[in-house]
């Protein structure tokens, strides 16, 4: 009976051995499910840190193609949170919750432009937010955070700008007539500035009216003579270029279209498209564009369609630099209006009255590092910091 019961005190206390140690291994299970629970969660929230700052850098890039901050831009570059929290899955708060205290802003880039001075971490320069070396090239550090989580990363930039590829040395250009009558005002198509430009012309493919109203330095061909505007470098080919720019500064207008109107603002790269026999006006006083800052404004027929009967008007004491492009023809109602660069139309041409086509070499040239056409990053620059 004893040696039972001896038994049976082991047997007790084996089984409360056991369960001690099962109590403890499932302790150590539930602790270890917690922790493993918890790591997966802050590496989600991680995760998505880096994925609101990959985000926000390319949303700089972006920021950058549109306006990049070339040498004496007053204004660095400034990231816009709201319109970038807005965008996709970065404005859904199940997703992305906003960051705890401390952490600073759900998203932010920071301009930076770069050097090669010793003493700086990376080539970047802080203490500078634009592109003042102007060598196409800046530094962009973009964080992000949500929940608990922030994540850094920076990488350097390059500036491709669109090359215009406008011919140089053509004063004007007219497919048909280019009359004239205000004599004692000749010559109205003049040499501003002839830059490197071996030689300066003028085409005028049908009638001339006046050869005074070129300068005599400048070469008229007429007639039969005239080059087309293809062979020009004025074909389909850079009508397109120049559309699909426009439509990338969301500065392309097709009025033929329901809904779309006709811009106020004829500034920087302007195309626009109306129905054939449509007269534009571009006002009559101040200034389109300037030296340092040229435009390019084509006004075109409908798309596959003809625009030959089209009318750009232009009067009053208006200014434009740049080049300014025509499928119709082209005339000065009233005033003393005054073209800088170069003047396209594939119509007619009237300069009645006191117009101006002055021909600037500057303007041609200014116009080939005036708008960017990607910015891209450059490899082995990219890296996470945090």
């Known amino acids: 009976m004893r040696r039972r019961n001896r038994q049976s005190g082991s047997v007790l206390i084996m089984v409360i051995g056991i369960t001690a140690a099962l109590a403890i291994m499932s302790t150590g299970l539930v602790f270890i499910f917690t922790n493993v629970a918890h790591n997966t969660a802050n590496e989600r929230t991680r995760t998505k840190a880096f994925d609101v700052s990959e985000g926000a850098l390319d949303y700089a890039m972006n920021t950058l193609a549109v306006s990049w901050p070339k040498v004496g831009t007053t204004t660095p570059p400034v990231f816009a949170l709201s319109s970038f929290q807005s965008m996709g899955q970065f404005g859904v708060a199940s997703q992305y919750a906003a960051p705890k205290a401390g952490l600073g802003p759900f998203a932010d880039v920071l301009f930076y432009d770069n050097t090669v001075d010793t003493g700086q971490p990376d080539g970047i320069n802080y203490d500078v937010h634009i592109d003042a070396n102007g060598d196409g090239k800046m530094w962009l550090v973009s964080s992000g955070a949500t929940g608990v989580q922030k994540a850094t990363i920076q990488g350097e930039v390059n500036r491709q700008p669109y090359n215009t590829n406008f011919p140089r040395g053509i004063a004007e250009y007219a497919g048909g007539d280019l009359t004239s009558n205000g004599g004692g005002n000749n010559p109205k198509i003049r040499i501003e500035d002839q830059g490197t430009a071996p030689s300066v012309v003028g085409y005028v493919g049908g009638n001339l009216q006046a050869p005074s109203v070129f300068q005599n330095t400048i070469t008229p061909t007429v007639g039969a003579n005239v080059p087309s505007l293809e062979s020009l470098g004025f074909g389909t080919d850079l009508e397109g270029q120049v559309a699909a720019l426009a439509v990338s500064l969301h500065r392309y207008y097709d009025t033929t279209k329901p809904g779309v109107q006709m ?50 008007d232009m009067g009053g004491n208006q200014d434009f630099y740049g080049v300014l492009y025509s499928d119709g023809r082209f005339q000065s109602s009233h005033g003393t209006p005054t073209i800088h660069g170069m003047l396209v139309c594939k119509s007619n041409l009237d300069m009645k009255g006191t117009p101006q086509v002055l021909y600037n070499d500057s303007v041609i040239r200014n116009l080939s590092d005036q708008w960017t056409l990607s910015v891209n990053l450059l490899s082995n620059t990219w890296r996470q910091t945090k």
């Open 263 to 312: 811009p106020t603002d004829f500034s920087g790269v302007c195309v626009i498209r109306v129905p054939d026999g449509t007269t534009v006006s571009l006002g009559n006083n101040g200034g389109i564009n300037s030296l340092a800052n040229p435009g390019i404004l084509f006004i075109l027929g409908p798309e596959g369609g003809s625009g030959n009967n089209i009318t750009l």
